[in-house]
């Protein structure tokens, strides 16, 4: 069923490539995104991809956790998307500590806010940013995957080896 969906994420990666160096061949529709939220293996999908995070045992503010997303609660959500009646709940919100010894506040969401929001990545990474097609700069690197603050360290590393 997983294979299903991966087959139509990819072909939305394909109708998004860029073609001789133009722009889009394709317009991304909302009637085309929007039933991806129908799709059980969409949200089996996400909760593959997020459930070994170190913290997607935090509860949110229905404090509830991962552990506890069940066939029962994609049923509900899938039916609140069909009658476009989801909304996302409010994040909890806690304070960690930063090195200057000052707090940062950190919004944690609810579980099922967790799995929207990584459905929402998987669409969205497949439309701007498959490591088939990427839309980014080379030199972007934040919230990207397989780049970050080390990429962007190395890349200035090699760029720039001979300016002193």
């Given at each position: 069923?997983?294979?299903?969906?991966?087959?139509r994420?990819?072909?939305?990666k394909?109708?998004?490539s860029?073609k001789?160096?133009?722009?889009?061949?394709?317009?991304n529709?909302?009637?085309?995104?929007y039933?991806?939220f129908?799709?059980k293996?969409?949200?089996?999908?996400?909760y593959?991809?997020?459930?070994?995070?170190k913290?997607?045992?935090?509860?949110g503010?229905?404090?509830?956790?991962?552990?506890?997303?069940?066939?029962k609660?994609?049923q509900?959500?899938?039916?609140?998307?069909k009658?476009?009646?989801?909304t996302?709940?409010?994040?909890?919100?806690?304070?960690?500590?930063?090195?200057s010894?000052?707090?940062?506040?950190?919004?944690?969401?609810?579980?099922?806010?967790?799995?929207?929001?990584?459905?929402?990545?998987?669409?969205?990474?497949?439309?701007?940013?498959?490591?088939?097609?990427p839309?980014f700069?080379?030199?972007?690197?934040?919230?990207?995957?397989?780049?970050?603050?080390?990429?962007a360290?190395?890349?200035?590393?090699?760029?720039?080896?001979?300016?002193?």
């Amino acid at each position: 069923m997983v294979n299903k969906v991966l087959g139509r994420l990819n072909i939305l990666k394909q109708k998004n490539s860029i073609k001789n160096g133009k722009n889009f061949n394709w317009v991304n529709k909302d009637s085309e995104l929007y039933p991806f939220f129908f799709k059980k293996e969409m949200y089996i999908l996400a909760y593959e991809n997020i459930k070994s995070n170190k913290n997607s045992l935090q509860t949110g503010t229905d404090n509830k956790t991962l552990d506890s997303f069940s066939e029962k609660t994609i049923q509900t959500i899938c039916n609140q998307m069909k009658t476009e009646q989801y909304t996302f709940s409010t994040a909890k919100r806690i304070y960690i500590p930063k090195t200057s010894g000052k707090l940062r506040p950190l919004g944690i969401p609810t579980a099922t806010d967790k799995i929207v929001q990584e459905i929402i990545r998987i669409i969205l990474e497949a439309i701007w940013d498959s490591p088939e097609n990427p839309q980014f700069s080379e030199v972007s690197h934040e919230f990207r995957p397989g780049k970050g603050t080390h990429s962007a360290l190395q890349y200035i590393d090699q760029k720039f080896k001979n300016i002193k």
